[in-house]
C-alpha cells in the first residue's frame, strides 16, 4: 500500500510564518557561510605547505571535518522551521558573508589568518542571530543552536589566533 499525502500540514511550532521566514533566510545565510568556510578550508588542507605542513594539514582537515556536522544541523533547522535549505554554489555565493578564496600559492600563514577572519566574521553573525532569534523572533530553540555553534567557533577562532602570535 502507497502512502500518498493529500495536503500539506500547516506548521504549528508557536513562531509566525513571517518570524520563521526571517530566521530560514538568516540561517540560510549561515548555512552559506559554513559551506564557504568548509571548501576554504578543505582547500588550504590540500595546498598548505612548508616546514609546518604536516601540523597545518592534520589542523585543517580536523576543522574541516567539525564544520561538515554544522553544515547538516542548520540545513535541518531551516527545514524545522517550514522552508528549504539553500543548496547550490550559486546561492551560497550570492547569500555568504565570506569572500571564496580564489588565489593560488597562499602562504601557510595567510592561511591561517584569512581561516580566523571568516571564523570571527562568522561568529559576529552568529551573535546577532542569536538576539534577533531571542529577542526579536521569540524563538529560543533557534537562539540555543545559534550560540552552541557560536562557542564551537570562538574556539576554533582562539586556536587559529594562537598560531598567530608569537
Known sequence: MNFIPQKT?????????????ELSGMLNALLADEMLLYI?????????????????????????????????AIAERVRALGFPSAGSMQEYLQITHLKENTQRGVK?????SRLLNDYETVIRHLREGADKASEQYHDEGTNDFLIGLMK???????????????
Open 9 to 21: 500540514i500547516e506548521l504549528n511550532i508557536g513562531i509566525s510564518q513571517e518570524n520563521r521566514q
Open 40 to 72: 576554504k578550508t578543505k582547500n588550504f588542507h590540500w595546498n598548505v605547505k612548508g616546514v609546518h605542513f604536516t601540523e597545518y594539514h592534520e589542523l585543517f582537515d580536523e576543522q574541516a571535518t567539525a564544520i561538515l556536522p554544522n553544515i547538516d
Open 108 to 112: 601557510s600563514m595567510d592561511m591561517i
Open 152 to 166: 564551537e567557533h570562538e574556539k576554533t577562532a582562539w586556536m587559529l589566533r594562537s598560531h598567530l602570535e608569537e
